[in-house]
């Protein structure tokens, strides 16, 4: 028997276990439970027999944990009361040339931007500079999805599409103030595994996504079945019930004289080693001739008076 198969099975034999299973079952999302959560899940609909297609969209150096940890949990959503899994899922690039990801790893998309189906969810993952025809089909694509997702720092890639003005999001930890200084206008969370800002959601960094996927799969069907696939996944994370409750990240490090920060990145730094300037009467310190020069294009967002 195929992995796969198993698993389905184990689903949805354990199903019958869970009552429940909201809008599976054709019922309203119910409310977040008051345990290890703090908001309402407010519900995408879905009629039965429907197919949600996932466009997870892939540039040079895309972040594997990013987009494959979505990818795991939407392929493992099962519902007891129809044989065809609910997502379907693809990747979309500029071209259908193999195209390489973080680790090395080669990756053959399935579509470009110029021939892909509109998706109903579109998942980001953190890679290097997007190219302009993919910020223009992630811009046009957005407008008839049900939601548009970033995860790590693919939220720079959302950024720079327009989505995110005037609205809360996040980042990986060692973005927080280079994202703030970037894009002045959106309301930077740390500290959160995921920020549900409506049709535009954003997770922290790398395994974040997880925890962000199991969200929207709550909204489409309900805490239960959220449940089973992280059970069925093996997952023992809780932040996709509460993503606040990892406070980790949340307050700005201080960076002092023993101990140093790169203002861009908030990672500590060898003084010995590391390049530095004087800034408004003070040494600053850099992890980087990149982060070195980011700093200097506009010193006075990432050391306010």
Not at 65 to 78: I, Q
Not at 204 to 219: K, N, P, Q
Not at 224 to 247: C, F, I, M
Request: proline content about 8%; some cysteine.
């Amino acid at each position: 028997m195929k992995r796969r198969d198993l698993v389905k099975r184990l689903a949805v034999a354990a199903s019958a276990l869970l009552p429940g299973l909201g809008r599976a079952e054709g019922k309203s999302i119910p409310k977040r439970q008051k345990r290890g959560a703090t908001k309402p899940v407010a519900p995408i609909p879905y009629a039965k027999g429907e197919r949600i297609t996932v466009a997870f969209v892939l540039g040079p150096g895309a972040e594997v944990v990013d987009f494959a940890g979505p990818w795991g949990v939407f392929e493992y959503v099962f519902l007891p009361d129809q044989e065809t899994p609910p997502f379907e899922l693809y990747t979309v690039a500029e071209s259908t040339v193999p195209l390489r990801v973080s680790g090395g790893m080669t990756i053959v998309p399935d579509y470009r931007f110029d021939d892909a189906p509109q998706p109903r969810l579109i998942v980001v993952p953190a890679m290097e500079e997007p190219s302009t025809a993919m910020l223009t089909w992630i811009r046009q694509a957005s407008r008839g999805t049900d939601l548009t997702l970033s995860v790590c720092n693919g939220v720079f890639v959302l950024a720079k599409a327009g989505l995110l003005s005037g609205k809360e999001a996040t980042s990986h930890h060692g973005a927080y103030a280079l994202l703030q200084a970037d894009f002045p206008d959106i309301k930077v969370k740390r500290g959160a595994r995921f920020v549900d800002a409506g049709a535009v959601s954003t997770a922290g960094g790398l395994t974040s996504g997880i925890d962000l996927a199991l969200h929207v799969v709550e909204r489409y069907f309900g805490r239960r079945v959220a449940e089973q696939t992280a059970t069925s996944l093996e997952y023992q994370g809780q932040g996709w019930k509460n993503p606040d409750a990892n406070v980790a990240f949340a307050r700005k490090p201080v960076s002092t004289d023993a101990h140093p920060l790169c203002p861009v990145c908030e990672m500590e730094v060898d003084k010995q080693t590391a390049l530095s300037e004087i800034y408004r009467g003070r040494k600053v310190y850099f992890c980087s001739e990149e982060h070195k020069q980011r700093f200097d294009q506009t010193p006075e967002r990432f050391m306010p008076r």
